[in-house]
Protein backbone atom coordinates (compact mmCIF):
# COMPACT_ATOMS: atom_id res chain seq x y z
CA UNK A 1 0.00 0.00 0.00
CA UNK A 2 1.12 3.18 -0.78
CA UNK A 3 0.71 6.64 0.78
CA UNK A 4 0.52 7.04 4.51
CA UNK A 5 2.88 9.85 6.85
CA UNK A 6 6.25 10.02 5.72
CA UNK A 7 6.69 11.76 8.88
CA UNK A 8 7.18 8.79 11.50
CA UNK A 9 8.71 6.32 8.34
CA UNK A 10 12.33 6.07 7.79
CA UNK A 11 14.17 7.67 4.98
CA UNK A 12 15.55 5.60 2.01
CA UNK A 13 19.52 5.83 1.65
CA UNK A 14 19.86 7.56 -1.72
CA UNK A 15 23.02 6.10 -2.50
CA UNK A 16 22.02 2.16 -2.38
CA UNK A 17 20.76 1.41 -5.80
CA UNK A 18 18.67 -0.95 -4.25
CA UNK A 19 16.79 1.77 -2.53
CA UNK A 20 17.09 4.57 -5.61
CA UNK A 21 15.05 1.62 -7.68
CA UNK A 22 12.23 0.62 -5.04
CA UNK A 23 11.58 4.54 -4.18
CA UNK A 24 11.35 5.14 -8.18
CA UNK A 25 13.99 6.78 -8.65
CA UNK A 26 13.08 9.50 -6.40
CA UNK A 27 9.56 9.98 -7.09
CA UNK A 28 8.25 8.15 -4.11
CA UNK A 29 9.55 10.55 -2.11
CA UNK A 30 6.98 13.18 -3.02
CA UNK A 31 5.68 14.45 0.19
CA UNK A 32 1.94 13.77 -1.37
CA UNK A 33 0.69 11.09 -3.54
CA UNK A 34 3.98 9.05 -3.47
CA UNK A 35 2.18 6.19 -5.37
CA UNK A 36 0.79 8.43 -8.18
CA UNK A 37 4.23 10.36 -8.60
CA UNK A 38 5.86 7.26 -8.64
CA UNK A 39 2.96 6.12 -11.73
CA UNK A 40 3.69 9.39 -13.93
CA UNK A 41 6.90 8.80 -13.87
CA UNK A 42 6.27 4.94 -15.15
CA UNK A 43 4.32 6.75 -17.83
CA UNK A 44 7.76 8.57 -18.76
CA UNK A 45 9.30 5.74 -18.83
CA UNK A 46 6.74 3.65 -20.89
CA UNK A 47 6.63 6.08 -23.45
CA UNK A 48 10.07 4.38 -25.44
CA UNK A 49 8.79 1.19 -23.80
CA UNK A 50 5.43 1.33 -26.30
CA UNK A 51 7.73 0.66 -29.57
CA UNK A 52 8.70 -2.91 -28.14
CA UNK A 53 7.78 -6.26 -29.62
CA UNK A 54 5.20 -7.89 -27.40
CA UNK A 55 7.05 -11.17 -26.39
CA UNK A 56 10.10 -8.40 -25.32
CA UNK A 57 7.67 -6.07 -23.48
CA UNK A 58 6.06 -9.02 -21.99
CA UNK A 59 10.08 -10.28 -20.87
CA UNK A 60 10.72 -7.28 -19.39
CA UNK A 61 7.21 -7.34 -17.35
CA UNK A 62 8.47 -11.01 -16.21
CA UNK A 63 11.92 -9.29 -15.25
CA UNK A 64 10.70 -6.46 -13.66
CA UNK A 65 8.23 -7.90 -11.38
CA UNK A 66 10.32 -10.04 -10.31
CA UNK A 67 12.88 -8.15 -9.77
CA UNK A 68 11.10 -5.84 -8.02
CA UNK A 69 9.84 -8.61 -5.70
CA UNK A 70 13.54 -8.37 -4.48
CA UNK A 71 13.90 -4.68 -4.24
CA UNK A 72 11.07 -3.65 -2.58
CA UNK A 73 11.39 -6.58 -0.11
CA UNK A 74 15.40 -5.63 0.49
CA UNK A 75 14.68 -2.02 0.55
CA UNK A 76 11.24 -3.01 3.19
CA UNK A 77 13.66 -5.10 5.31
CA UNK A 78 16.37 -2.51 5.35
CA UNK A 79 14.16 0.44 6.39
CA UNK A 80 12.19 -1.74 8.94
CA UNK A 81 8.59 -0.99 7.72
CA UNK A 82 6.54 -3.20 5.70
CA UNK A 83 5.67 -1.80 2.19
CA UNK A 84 7.01 2.25 2.86
CA UNK A 85 5.13 4.69 1.03
CA UNK A 86 7.72 5.58 -0.58
CA UNK A 87 8.32 2.11 -2.40
CA UNK A 88 6.85 3.04 -6.10
CA UNK A 89 8.56 0.41 -8.08
CA UNK A 90 5.61 -1.86 -7.55
CA UNK A 91 3.58 1.25 -9.30
CA UNK A 92 5.80 1.07 -11.99
CA UNK A 93 5.24 -2.86 -12.93
CA UNK A 94 1.36 -2.45 -11.92
CA UNK A 95 1.36 0.53 -14.81
CA UNK A 96 3.46 -1.05 -17.19
CA UNK A 97 1.05 -4.67 -17.00
CA UNK A 98 -1.91 -2.05 -17.02
CA UNK A 99 -0.59 -1.06 -20.52
CA UNK A 100 0.57 -4.69 -22.09
CA UNK A 101 -1.03 -4.27 -25.46
CA UNK A 102 -3.16 -1.47 -24.84
CA UNK A 103 -4.19 0.33 -28.22
CA UNK A 104 -2.09 3.66 -28.88
CA UNK A 105 -2.93 6.86 -28.18
CA UNK A 106 -2.96 9.96 -25.23
CA UNK A 107 -6.38 9.06 -24.66
CA UNK A 108 -5.30 5.28 -23.70
CA UNK A 109 -2.30 6.21 -22.22
CA UNK A 110 -4.19 8.80 -19.76
CA UNK A 111 -7.18 5.80 -19.21
CA UNK A 112 -4.61 3.58 -17.74
CA UNK A 113 -3.28 5.62 -15.70
CA UNK A 114 -7.02 6.71 -13.95
CA UNK A 115 -7.79 2.85 -13.95
CA UNK A 116 -4.49 1.55 -12.57
CA UNK A 117 -4.56 4.17 -9.97
CA UNK A 118 -8.27 4.04 -9.11
CA UNK A 119 -7.88 0.17 -8.88
CA UNK A 120 -4.29 0.66 -6.42
CA UNK A 121 -6.12 3.30 -4.61
CA UNK A 122 -9.53 1.21 -3.86
CA UNK A 123 -8.39 -1.92 -3.89
CA UNK A 124 -11.44 -4.20 -4.56
CA UNK A 125 -11.15 -8.07 -3.45
CA UNK A 126 -8.90 -9.63 -3.66
CA UNK A 127 -6.34 -6.76 -4.06
CA UNK A 128 -7.35 -5.63 -0.47
CA UNK A 129 -7.27 -9.32 0.81
CA UNK A 130 -3.64 -9.88 -1.04
CA UNK A 131 -2.46 -6.27 0.37
CA UNK A 132 -3.56 -7.64 4.11
CA UNK A 133 -2.52 -11.14 4.00
CA UNK A 134 0.63 -11.61 1.91
CA UNK A 135 4.05 -10.19 3.49
CA UNK A 136 7.34 -9.33 2.17
CA UNK A 137 8.50 -8.23 -1.66
CA UNK A 138 5.42 -10.40 -2.55
CA UNK A 139 3.14 -8.90 -0.83
CA UNK A 140 4.17 -5.49 -1.77
CA UNK A 141 4.04 -6.40 -5.44
CA UNK A 142 1.31 -8.56 -6.01
CA UNK A 143 -1.61 -6.30 -5.13
CA UNK A 144 -0.33 -3.51 -8.13
CA UNK A 145 0.39 -6.66 -10.46
CA UNK A 146 -2.99 -7.23 -9.65
CA UNK A 147 -4.27 -3.82 -10.03
CA UNK A 148 -2.64 -3.77 -13.00
CA UNK A 149 -3.79 -7.11 -14.68
CA UNK A 150 -7.89 -5.80 -13.73
CA UNK A 151 -6.99 -2.22 -15.30
CA UNK A 152 -5.31 -3.92 -18.63
CA UNK A 153 -8.61 -6.38 -18.21
CA UNK A 154 -10.70 -3.06 -18.29
CA UNK A 155 -8.85 -1.59 -21.45
CA UNK A 156 -9.11 -4.27 -23.18
CA UNK A 157 -12.89 -4.72 -22.56
CA UNK A 158 -13.33 -0.62 -23.50
CA UNK A 159 -11.24 -1.88 -26.47
CA UNK A 160 -13.91 -3.93 -27.90
CA UNK A 161 -17.36 -2.36 -26.43
CA UNK A 162 -15.52 0.48 -28.69
CA UNK A 163 -15.11 -1.66 -32.06
Wanted: some cysteine; aromatic content about 12%.
Amino acid sequence: MSGGSEQSRPAPDLRNPVHVLAFGFGSGLSPRAPGTAGTVLAVLLYLPMISLAWPLYLVLLVISSLAGIWLCGKTSRDLGVHDHGGIVWDEFVGFWITMFLAPTGWLWLVYGFLLFRLLDIVKPWPIKWIDKKVTGGLGIMLDDVLAGIMAALCMQATRILLA
